[in-house]
T-cell receptor, first 114, second 112 residues
Framework: NAGVMQNPRHLVRRRGQEARLRCSPM?????VYWYRQLPEEGLKFMVY????????ESGMPKERFSAEFPKEGPSILRIQQVVRGDSAAYFC????????????FGPGTRLTVT | TQLLEQSPQFLSIQEGENLTVYCNSS?????LQWYRQEPGEGPVLLVT?????EVKKLKRLTFQFGDARKDSSLHITAAQPGDTGLYLC????????????FGTGTRLKVLA
């Protein structure tokens, strides 16, 4: 009865490197959402994906950030050329359907950029 | 603009006391969720409320959605140290919206 899985749990990158965060949704869920939680701030929506489709990426920074959810395998949030301001906890959530379905969160990936 | 304001931001109480946490907005939400988040972990869904005036109970926790669907409250009876955590409300706006808007949270500490 696995929940949403994210890896790695902790990721340290130097400025300019790439960060790849992975998310496997709950069994039976085909909708994935990524949120970012900055220190002392609330969670902010980044992107909503279904298999092979980006439905809404209105919360994603326009540069350096991308997300995918391939037909096979986990969803990936990719941050290129990381900067210190990217340091945050990144959470993935999944739901069975889309709209108005309850979202269940993973444990998060804590990214530290040095 | 913070659409969901939670109060209080911090709360420290003794075991056995009762408390209420509020989640307020000037906007109408089609549904509202309450989550609890512990340090180093992701938010865990506690409840979803969708109907104005709805009350849901989860053991010692009572959740209420305001009649106008703009606010919600979480009441904990006889708090226990295990209730310690960050309580987050999240609202979905409009029909079929998946973009949860999260409140800033209430950090609760229950002392034994």
């Amino acid at each position: 009865n696995a929940g949403v899985m994210q890896n790695p749990r902790h990721l340290v990158r130097r400025r300019g490197q790439e960060a790849r965060l992975r998310c496997s949704p709950m069994k039976g869920h085909s909708h994935v959402y990524w949120y970012r939680q900055l220190p002392e701030e609330g969670l902010k929506f980044m992107v909503y994906l279904q298999k092979e489709n980006i439905i809404d990426e209105s919360g994603m920074p326009k540069e350096r950030f991308s997300a995918e959810f391939p037909k096979e395998g986990p969803s990936i949030l990719r941050i290129q050329q990381v900067v210190r301001g990217d340091s945050a906890a990144y959470f993935c959530a999944s739901s069975r359907g889309g709209r108005e379905d309850e979202q269940y969160f993973g444990p998060g990936t804590r990214l530290t950029v040095t | 603009t913070q659409l969901l304001e939670q109060s209080p931001q911090f709360l420290s109480i003794q075991e056995g006391e009762n408390l209420t946490v509020y989640c307020n907005s000037s906007s109408v939400f089609s549904s509202l969720q309450w989550y609890r988040q512990e340090p180093g972990e992701g938010p865990v869904l506690l409840v979803t409320v969708v109907t104005g005036g709805e009350v849901k109970k989860l053991k010692r926790l009572t959740f209420q959605f305001g009649d106008a669907r703009k606010d919600s409250s979480l009441h904990i009876t006889a708090a226990q140290p295990g209730d310690t955590g960050l309580y987050l409300c999240a609202g979905a706006r409009g029909s079929g919206t998946y973009k949860y808007i999260f409140g800033t949270g209430t950090r609760l500490k229950v002392l034994a």
